[in-house]
């Protein structure tokens, strides 16, 4: 089994188009409208779909808004250096909601950014 891809739903794709893709850095992989169903799906990430988890951006065409709910957590995004990232992000228009800084009781360096949905995204700071 692999991780294949978190599903978010956006109210405005090409907004979430522009976030993820001008300012996160992410590739449209795939994408395709389903009139019938009146949705379109949108695939975005790093890489191609056979090796890497992508995101799949959900448009509802008759739904304006969405409850975000208290259950969801966030995404994260392993960056090498997340005080650069901060300032790439707010260079290109993003939202930067919790600064570079390490976490609470610890020593990891993390940022949180916004999409335009209000969906959390942690950068982590990955030497990998």
């Not at 109210?11 to 976030?19: I, K, N, R, Y």
């Not at 739904?63 to 250096?81: F, K, R």
Request: charged content about 25%.
């Amino acid at each position: 089994m692999r991780m294949m891809h978190t599903m978010l739903r956006v109210t405005d794709l090409e907004a979430s188009l522009g976030f993820y893709c001008d300012v996160l850095g992410m590739q449209v992989l795939r994408r395709r409208d389903f009139p019938q169903g009146r949705f379109t799906l949108a695939f975005v990430g790093y890489g191609p779909e056979a090796g890497n988890t992508v995101l799949e951006l959900t448009h509802n065409w008759d739904t304006n808004s969405y409850d975000l709910g208290d259950a969801y957590g966030h995404i994260a995004l392993g960056v090498p250096d997340v005080y650069k990232a901060c300032d790439e992000v707010r260079a290109r228009g993003g939202k930067v909601v919790r600064d570079a800084g390490p976490m609470k009781g610890g020593t990891h360096v993390i940022a949180f950014v916004e999409d335009p949905d209000g969906y959390k995204i942690e950068l982590v700071e990955d030497h990998a």
